[in-house]
């Protein structure tokens, strides 16, 4: 029986995934990776990036990380070498095209009246149907397009694919009449830390968010620059950001919220009557679960006393994963001057960034 060409897209974490379970099924499998290595996001991450969920739960189910690392929060190093080791030991790397950008895609066999008529998927409920079509997929590299024949296509694009989301301004409030620089998180992380530490040097820089990434930025321009040359974030929302997941007595509160379990003590749309009651019962549940881990952080964490203390409950923000790490001494820094939190709900014009702190000459701002 012929091979089927398998056409996966990126070669981030999914890509290599989607890759090795092709080869185990003696498919033949094509990975298209625009950039220069894999990875996906943390191909493009700072090195002070750090996993921000326990590797126990962070893995390939068959393939382990390595035994000197021992870090339960191991750092972006750490993290590509697991990937490439990965890639390496199944034979995923022989399969991957670096810098083949994927520009088009075209289906050709079914005609659309007939997929309309279809009642399963292909046709037949099976994933290469039966219409003998096939893809044809342009892919762009050192200038050239060359169009491949594919039987099956798997988008692994992810959610951060690299394209920055910049908000938009009214006219001449905007990054138009900004005196600095705007870069966003994106194009600052493709720099690379030479080139980022080059930009932010004896600079005054405000980061406008206070997620993940900015927590991250923020922490690598106080490296940088110290006091002398306060980092600014600018908080629209606060978060939970906290150093590890493990409360009181060392109790992993993922054991609370990342299981079966903890879905009955969520109300969901369109659930039954007993799903509902489920939730309902268990709610009392529920708050103690969010008590317990929020009086553990709040006293081993100075949120309260900055004014940190997120407006959300601990529950909503593991539901939605709107949880980041804490940086090794990040208040540290907030009392030392390297670092400056300011609490915005609105920022209307990016002029107005330079006068949270009566400065006009801010220089950097990052999204």
Same mark, same amino acid.
């Given at each position: 029986?012929?091979?089927?060409?398998?056409?996966?897209?990126?070669?981030?974490?999914?890509?290599?995934?989607?890759?090795?379970?092709?080869?185990?099924?003696?498919?033949?499998?094509?990975? /298209?990776?625009?950039?220069?290595?894999?990875?996906?996001?943390?191909?493009?991450?700072?090195?002070?990036?750090?996993?921000?969920?326990?590797?126990?739960?962070?893995? /390939? @189910?068959?393939?382990?990380? $390595?035994?000197?690392?021992?870090? $339960?929060?191991?750092?972006?190093?750490?993290?590509?070498?697991?990937?490439?080791?990965?890639?390496?030991?199944?034979?995923?790397?022989?399969?991957?095209?670096?810098?083949?950008?994927?520009?088009?895609?075209?289906?050709?066999?079914?005609?659309?009246?007939?997929?309309?008529?279809?009642?399963?998927?292909?046709?037949?409920?099976?994933?290469?149907?039966?219409?003998?079509?096939?893809?044809?997929?342009?892919?762009?590299?050192?200038?050239?397009?060359?169009?491949?024949?594919?039987?099956?296509?798997?988008?692994?694009?992810?959610?951060?694919?690299?394209? $920055?989301?910049?908000?938009? /301004? *009214?006219?001449?409030?905007?990054?138009?009449?900004?005196?600095?620089?705007?870069?966003?998180?994106?194009?600052?992380?493709?720099?690379?830390?030479?080139?980022?530490?080059?930009?932010?040097?004896?600079?005054?820089?405000?980061?406008?968010?206070?997620?993940?990434?900015?927590?991250?930025?923020?922490?690598?321009?106080?490296?940088?620059?110290?006091?002398?040359?306060?980092?600014?974030?600018?908080?629209?929302?606060?978060?939970?950001?906290? *150093?590890?997941?493990?409360?009181?007595?060392?109790? $992993?509160?993922?054991?609370?919220?990342?299981?079966?379990?903890?879905?009955?003590?969520?109300?969901? *749309?369109?659930?039954?009557?007993?799903?509902?009651?489920?939730?309902?019962?268990?709610?009392?549940?529920?708050?103690?679960?969010?008590?317990?881990?929020?009086?553990?952080?709040?006293?081993?964490?100075?949120?309260?006393?900055?004014?940190?203390?997120?407006?959300? @409950?601990?529950?909503?923000?593991?539901?939605?994963?709107?949880?980041?790490?804490? *940086?090794?001494?990040?208040?540290?820094?907030?009392?030392?001057?390297?670092?400056?939190?300011?609490?915005?709900?609105?920022?209307?014009?990016?002029?107005?960034? @330079?006068?949270?702190?009566?400065?006009?000459?801010?220089?950097?701002?990052?999204?």
């Amino acid at each position: 029986m012929e091979s089927k060409r398998v056409c996966i897209i990126g070669a981030g974490v999914s890509g290599l995934s989607a890759c090795k379970q092709a080869l185990d099924r003696g498919f033949n499998p094509v990975v /298209f990776e625009s950039g220069s290595d894999i990875g996906g996001v943390w191909s493009r991450t700072f090195d002070c990036t750090k996993l921000q969920s326990p590797s126990i739960i962070y893995r /390939f @189910s068959d393939f382990p990380w $390595p035994k000197h690392v021992t870090d $339960p929060y191991p750092d972006h190093s750490q993290v590509m070498e697991y990937l490439w080791s990965y890639a390496r030991h199944f034979g995923v790397s022989k399969c991957i095209k670096f810098e083949h950008r994927v520009v088009g895609m075209e289906y050709v066999g079914a005609t659309e009246e007939q997929m309309a008529a279809w009642e399963s998927w292909a046709g037949n409920g099976e994933a290469f149907g039966n219409y003998g079509g096939e893809w044809h997929v342009a892919v762009e590299h050192g200038g050239s397009v060359e169009t491949y024949q594919m039987d099956f296509v798997i988008l692994c694009i992810g959610r951060f694919s690299g394209v $920055p989301n910049i908000p938009t /301004f *009214p006219e001449e409030k905007g990054t138009d009449v900004f005196e600095g620089k705007v870069i966003h998180a994106v194009d600052y992380s493709n720099m690379g830390t030479t080139k980022a530490a080059e930009l932010i040097k004896d600079k005054l820089v405000t980061v406008i968010g206070s997620g993940k990434s900015a927590v991250d930025i923020v922490n690598e321009c106080s490296n940088v620059n110290g006091s002398k040359f306060p980092c600014t974030m600018v908080i629209r929302t606060k978060r939970w950001i906290i *150093p590890d997941y493990y409360a009181w007595f060392g109790f $992993p509160v993922v054991f609370f919220y990342l299981n079966r379990f903890s879905e009955l003590l969520v109300h969901k *749309p369109g659930e039954g009557c007993m799903l509902w009651f489920l939730a309902t019962i268990l709610s009392p549940l529920r708050w103690l679960f969010t008590k317990f881990c929020e009086s553990y952080y709040k006293s081993v964490v100075p949120m309260k006393k900055h004014g940190m203390v997120p407006d959300h @409950s601990f529950f909503q923000a593991m539901t939605t994963s709107l949880i980041a790490i804490l *940086p090794v001494k990040f208040y540290n820094k907030v009392e030392e001057g390297s670092i400056v939190l300011k609490k915005k709900k609105l920022l209307v014009s990016v002029r107005m960034v @330079s006068l949270f702190k009566g400065r006009t000459h801010l220089q950097r701002v990052m999204w």
